[in-house]
T-cell receptor
Framework: GQQVMQIPQYQHVQEGEDFTTYCNSS?????IQWYKQRPGGHPVFLIQ?????EVKKQKRLTFQFGEAKKNSSLHITATQTTDVGTYFC???????????FGQGTELSVKP | GAVVSQHPSRVICKSGTSVKIECRSL??????MFWYRQFPKQSLMLMAT?????????EQGVEKDKFLINHASLTLSTLTVTSAHPEDSSFYIC?????????FGPGTRLTVT
């Protein structure tokens, strides 16, 4: 079936280091969304990317959508302890289609 | 952003009993709601898509007779876990779509003893 692969599964960083998580789909995505889930919490929508090659920034977070619309990345610059949580990408293979979640990347930040 | 509520937030039930979980869109009408299940340290797995006034569409491997979904109004969908067993213990999260964006409820943690 249609899948969205996400790596790495875990990432441990020292506060101030950068962090990147990657998502990849074998087929073209209509759009991709990113969510953050804090421990014990529910996923919170961060952003949606729709256009090929799109890059969006939210403060220290940079989101990219690949030219072929098959991959995406989330990069956090100078991580802080408040960045701790699991980051999920979720893609749709067609407009209005179901959202398929990646496995998530759990980020821990050591102060 | 739009708000989605879920009730209850936590429930503990005995094996063999049924549990109903409510999902409400508080400030928008949601023609489509989604039910996900998340096991510890795992991703969200879509269980079913619920459309107001029609039968839910279940994902492969999800028993429709065990997980009853009712979407009676544009602001309310319910998931009933029937004859619950310990393996049904999980975090159940609903989501409602509003103009293309999906908003997630806070989740319901179900523990079956």
């Amino acid at each position: 079936g249609q899948q969205v692969m996400q790596i790495p599964q875990y990432q441990h960083v020292q506060e101030g280091e950068d962090f990147t998580t990657y998502c990849n789909s074998s087929t073209t995505l209509s759009n991709i969304q990113w969510y953050k889930q804090r421990p014990g919490g529910h996923p919170v929508f961060l952003i949606q990317l729709v256009k090929s090659g799109e890059v969006k920034k939210q403060k220290r977070l940079t989101f990219q959508f690949g030219e072929a619309k098959k991959n995406s990345s989330l990069h956090i610059t100078a991580t802080q302890t408040t960045d701790v949580g699991t980051y999920f990408c979720a893609g749709r293979h067609n407009q209005g289609g179901k959202l398929i979640f990646g496995q998530g990347t759990e980020l821990s930040v050591k102060p | 952003g739009a708000v989605v509520s879920q009730h209850p937030s936590r429930v503990i039930c005995k094996s063999g009993t049924s549990v109903k979980i409510e999902c409400r869109s508080l400030d928008f009408q949601a023609t489509t709601m989604f039910w996900y299940r998340q096991f510890p340290k795992q991703s969200l797995m879509l269980m079913a898509t619920s459309n107001e006034g029609s039968k839910a569409t279940y994902e492969q491997g999800v028993e429709k007779d065990k997980f009853l979904i009712n979407h009676a109004s544009l602001t309310l969908s319910t998931l009933t876990v029937t004859s619950a067993h310990p393996e049904d213990s999980s975090f159940y999260i609903c989501s409602a779509r509003d103009w293309g964006e999906q908003y997630f409820g806070p989740g319901t943690r179900l523990t079956v003893t």
